[in-house]
């Protein structure tokens, strides 16, 4: 693999440790490691969730510009295309 990688773990993670998400990430020459230290598996569904959203975004925005299009792409418009709306309303 040889394209930018963004490989990200939570930090209380039960199923893939942060130790074990850093190991897989060192095998990619591309790789970006990013750890939430807060979150577990279901990062996107648990508080701060719209920290991890933004991140993301702004990752792909830095690595792969071309491939966003010039739309809105915020945390609120990617939990809405997942059916997160309750995360929404959580936060606000």
Wanted: net charge positive.
């Amino acid at each position: 693999v040889t394209c930018p990688v963004l490989v990200i773990a939570g930090g209380r993670d039960p199923v893939g440790s942060p130790a074990v998400v850093r190991r897989i990430a060192a095998k990619y020459r591309a790789a970006e490691y990013r750890e939430f230290p807060d979150n577990a598996h279901w990062m996107i569904g648990e508080p701060g969730w719209r920290e991890i959203a933004e991140f993301v975004v702004a990752w792909l925005a830095r690595t792969a510009p071309d491939t966003l299009e010039p739309r809105k792409y915020t945390a609120e418009a990617s939990a809405r295309r997942i059916g997160h709306s309750s995360a929404i309303q959580r936060q606000h």
